[in-house]
């Protein structure tokens, strides 16, 4: 099996797309509070900061900024994962995810971005914000819940964006 072999620059700000392994599901809607707390608790072992995040049906983006000196994203996203998965009821295991301690709820891989400028972080900013759009779930962003839009309408970056 081929490894797969991610950057790692320290410091970093970095977009990521989470999904499910069932793209059909609505699980993390269902459960975003345990998605919430498996964030949260995560951040107060290993602290980094979130720039935007939007929670869909079946997958999530975000962009972080890592602390100086520390690019171990793929460890945060190995214990948001595990937190909410230990979270969910009932979870039937294939022998396959049981022998990888996993539960079968996540891709087991993600993807990831390293922001390479200030217009390329603006560019996934909007992108997170707009994603419920471009997904057909609401026709404004301000009408998504699980969003960070609702937190940087307010901020004064926000002003300097195109539209």
């Given amino acids: 099996m081929s490894r797969y072999l991610r950057p790692s620059q320290p410091g970093a700000r970095v977009f990521f797309t989470?999904?499910?392994?069932?793209?059909?599901?609505?699980?993390?809607?269902?459960?975003?509070?345990?998605?919430?707390?498996?964030?949260?608790?995560?951040?107060?072992?290993r602290p980094f900061g979130i720039d935007a995040w939007v929670v869909l049906p079946d997958h999530l983006h975000c962009l972080w900024s890592l602390p100086e000196g520390d690019a171990d994203y793929s460890r945060r996203w190995q214990v948001i994962k595990a937190r909410f998965s230990r979270a969910m009821p009932g979870v039937r295991r294939r022998r396959s995810h049981a022998a990888r301690r996993e539960h079968g709820i996540w891709q087991r891989r993600f993807w990831e971005h390293h922001i390479r400028d200030p217009a390329d972080w603006e560019v996934h900013m909007r992108y997170c914000w707009f994603n419920p759009v471009k997904h057909g779930l609401v026709e404004d962003p301000a009408d998504w819940p699980h969003s960070s839009y609702h937190r940087d309408v307010g901020?004064?970056?926000?002003?300097?964006l195109p539209k």
């Fill in 18 to 45: 989470v999904a499910l392994a069932d793209r059909g599901s609505d699980l993390l809607l269902r459960q975003v509070d345990a998605l919430r707390d498996a964030v949260r608790r995560t951040r107060a072992e």
């Fill in 155 to 160: 901020c004064a970056f926000i002003a300097h």
